[in-house]
């Protein structure tokens, strides 16, 4: 068991944090420090393919693809530096962190080549369309329907919660393509073209007056024949596949994001003197707390190699950081007081913080709200009975 | 970067399970409870057969050589069954002495501390009169105080080394809610005393090692705590079906874990830190004391709360992890002076 990095770890350390900082002072000053997922998208796609260019978009994917083969400590060096820099969220994030890896683990070989090097490039942007108005929690609830017509997918329906369908280049879809079959059956998983008549893109307004997700709607909405991952059928098992990809190295460069939100409520609180409140202090040394085990929890998920047994770690982090973060937005309004709750200017707009505390109620439900997480800790983790299903 | 045990480690861990499981039974440690709150045969074979007294302590003196993440695993082991061992006073009497210690004093004591021969403890907070070689004032809340042999002070920069068996030394027991770690009020009136070379050195040295002691066993007592009542609640049925179905059940049941997974992250970055000196030290320290004692202490009352009546007899061993948990919570400093701690890191001063 060791923490500490290496002093070739280090040196790369080194040379991320140069080259980060060298880009966030000079080609791209005017992204740095944006935190919301899609501010400034078309010049956030321009870094995205100068992350490629330079070769430091998916560092840990092969070389042949894009990728550097990063050791894992590298990755993780990578993701600390990225965001320590400054650096904003990739827009492409669900392009590099969940389609690449699906593909690399379950796409032909001729997918692997129409979509790698084009996603590693930041050249195609990708979101996710796995939700539905009435498949939340209940995943394999799908109802969007496909069909094979004339050598083409042809699909309609709808899906909800497509967080930046609005300036992607593709999505997938998990779309029933059995007819009459219900739950996990029956299921396949669909890349679509977006820019097309037969899907249609309209955001949804949050509780914070933003608009970072979306309803998609298929009508006749097409796509080629081979556009499908693993077989007919296997829609369930690719977009299970998939989840588990979310916990990566990802979730360390997350973890620095939530370092600057803290620090931002610890410096609003020096400011405005609730610093001097033992029971803000408290609270402040809790989420510091919390913040650090995230990082160690992080650690010890990535350094698992016995993939035999239930990793507590991993099954235990999405609730961990969601609550987290709800916290500290509710933190944050307690050291902020009144002042949090007014808008700078005339539109219904707020500084980072009270975004924050708004936003944060957002983590605790997508990608699974607490309550699922506990059923999924308490049965995968623990091993008690699962829930019964209904049958309506 | 490797947050994952060596097969060294491993084994380290399998051994200690395997030993606490086999003899720190329910029935001893009752019988122990009864008695002076040690189970000597446990500390003997501990000690003896296992080698595992001076696991953390300096090769050359009789020790194993380890550091902190086998002194964790040592007492995440122990504090999974709720031992009757001295365990914690030892560790950080050892550390002090083998960190702070003169090479003489090293050689005088710590080969009889690694091989479990003395029994140490060590006050948290006291107001002491040093002179002439001599030390007077009032220790309370010593735990295991009554059959130590031997007692670290400190003060300042400055520590002791008491014999309790020697002149000036009076010991009161007192019956303490935590059986298994009774405490002693000692008061001390000219006794002789010894310094120990370093200060500097013993007292980090000490509060790290009982920090993570107390935190490892926390672990370990949580992790417990869930486990069997996982198990009950599979095997008990009310309404026609075993309570672990009920969703109000298994929520409980996955907070817990949720807390222990953190705890356990808590507790061997802290270790790692001091073993590899790192500059996160006293954050990390003081990060796994606090979370691991409160996460302890919610598992533990959540076993009685979800075990129903039957887990609140004394036939049932939950009180056993309430009553350690409650006494970890406020040993070597409660909660809230550890939060307070990470604030003044964090925040400053608070005026």
């Given at each position: 068991?060791?923490?500490?990095?290496?002093?070739?770890?280090?040196?790369?350390?080194?040379?991320?944090?140069?080259?980060l900082q060298a880009q966030m002072a000079g080609p791209f000053k005017d992204i740095r420090g944006i935190t919301t997922l899609t501010a400034k998208a078309e010049r956030r796609k321009e870094w995205e393919q100068h992350l490629g260019e330079h070769g430091w978009s998916c560092i840990g994917w092969p070389r042949q693809w894009g990728g550097r083969d990063a050791t894992l400590a590298q990755q993780v060096i990578f993701a600390e530096e990225y965001a320590r820099a400054g650096v904003p969220g990739r827009v492409n994030h669900i392009g590099i962190e969940l389609a690449g890896p699906t593909i690399l683990a379950f796409g032909s070989e001729a997918q692997k080549q129409r979509f790698l090097p084009d996603i590693a490039a930041g050249r195609t942007i990708f979101c996710q369309g796995f939700s539905e108005p009435n498949a939340g929690s209940d995943l394999a609830a799908v109802r969007t329907r496909g069909r094979l017509e004339d050598g083409e997918w042809v699909v309609n329906g709808q899906k909800i919660w497509t967080s930046l369908a609005h300036i992607s280049d593709w999505i997938f879809v998990v779309t029933r393509t059995q007819e009459g079959s219900k739950g996990?059956?029956?299921?396949?998983?669909?890349?679509?073209?977006?820019?097309?008549?037969?899907?249609?893109?309209?955001g949804i307004t949050q509780i914070n007056g933003d608009a970072e997700f979306n309803e998609t709607f298929f009508t006749d909405a097409r796509c080629a024949a081979d556009s499908l991952i693993g077989a007919i059928g296997d829609g369930w098992k690719i977009a299970m596949g998939l989840l588990a990809f979310e916990r990566g190295v990802s979730t360390l460069g997350q973890q620095m994001s939530f370092r600057n939100e803290l620090d931002d409520v610890i410096a609003a609180a020096r400011a405005n003197?609730?610093?001097r409140d033992p029971l803000i202090r408290q609270r402040l040394a809790k989420a510091e707390i919390g913040l650090r085990l995230m990082r160690y929890g992080a650690l010890r998920m990535l350094s698992n190699t016995d993939h035999s047994t239930i990793d507590g770690a991993a099954l235990t982090y999405k609730i961990q950081w969601a609550t987290w973060r709800r916290t500290l937005g509710e933190l944050a309004m307690d050291v902020l007081g009144q002042a949090?709750?007014?808008?700078?200017?005339?539109?219904?707009?707020?500084s980072t913080l009270p975004n924050l505390f708004l936003f944060s109620r957002a983590d605790t439900i997508?990608?699974?709200?607490?309550?699922?997480?506990?059923?999924?800790?308490?049965?995968?983790?623990?091993g008690l009975p699962r829930e019964p299903r209904g049958d309506l | 970067m490797?947050?994952?045990?060596?097969?060294?480690?491993?084994?380290?861990g399998e051994t200690v399970r395997g030993f606490f499981a086999e003899h720190a039974t329910s029935a001893r440690t009752r019988q122990a409870m009864a008695g002076n709150g040690i189970d000597a045969a446990l500390w003997a074979a501990f000690a003896g057969e296992l080698g595992l007294a001076g696991i953390a302590l300096p090769e050359e003196h009789g020790g194993a050589g380890l550091g902190m993440v086998e002194l964790a695993q040592v007492a995440e082991a122990a504090g999974a069954h709720v031992a009757a061992l001295p365990l914690l006073g030892h560790a950080m009497v050892g550390q002090a002495i083998a960190k702070g210690g003169s090479d003489d004093q090293k050689a005088e004591w710590v080969p009889r501390i690694a091989a479990g021969e003395v029994i140490a403890t060590t006050a948290w907070q006291a107001d002491i009169a040093v002179g002439n070689g001599r030390l007077s004032g009032t220790f309370s809340f010593l735990p295991h105080g009554a059959v130590a042999d031997l007692m670290l002070v400190y003060g300042g920069d400055n520590a002791w080394i008491v014999d309790l068996k020697g002149q000036g030394v009076a010991i009161t027991p007192h019956v303490t809610?935590?059986?298994?770690?009774?405490?002693?009020?000692?008061?001390?009136?000219?006794?002789?005393?010894?310094?120990?070379d370093n200060g500097d050195a013993a007292i980090p040295a000490a509060l790290a090692a009982g920090w993570i002691c107390l935190a490892a066993e926390a672990l370990g007592g949580a992790q417990a705590a869930l486990?069997?009542?996982?198990?009950?609640?599979?095997?008990?049925?009310?309404?026609?079906?075993?309570?672990?179905?009920?969703?109000a059940y298994k929520h409980r049941l996955a907070d817990m874990m949720i807390e222990i997974e953190q705890a356990r992250s808590a507790v061997y970055w802290a270790a790692c830190a001091v073993d590899e000196n790192s500059e996160d030290t006293a954050i990390a320290l003081h990060a796994a004391k606090s979370f691991a004692a409160d996460t302890y202490f919610m598992c533990a009352g959540n076993m009685i709360q979800l075990h129903g009546g039957i887990g609140f007899t004394w036939d049932h061993d939950a009180h056993l992890f309430f009553k350690r948990a409650r006494s970890i919570q406020t040993m070597l400093g409660d909660g809230a002076y550890h939060r307070e701690a990470v604030a003044r890191m964090i925040v400053g001063a608070a005026a």
């Open positions: 068991m060791k923490l500490g990095f290496s002093p070739a770890e280090e040196l790369f350390r080194a040379e991320c944090a140069d080259w996990p059956k029956g299921l396949t998983f669909l890349m679509m073209p977006l820019d097309q008549p037969g899907i249609d893109v309209r003197g609730a610093a949090g709750e007014v808008a700078h200017g005339d539109a219904y707009e707020f997508y990608g699974g709200t607490n309550q699922i997480q506990r059923n999924l800790i308490a049965e995968r983790g623990l | 490797e947050f994952a045990f060596t097969d060294e480690q491993r084994m380290i809610m935590d059986q298994t770690r009774p405490f002693a009020t000692v008061v001390l009136t000219a006794a002789p005393a010894e310094a120990i486990d069997r009542t996982v198990a009950y609640a599979r095997e008990r049925v009310q309404f026609g079906r075993t309570i672990g179905s009920f969703q």
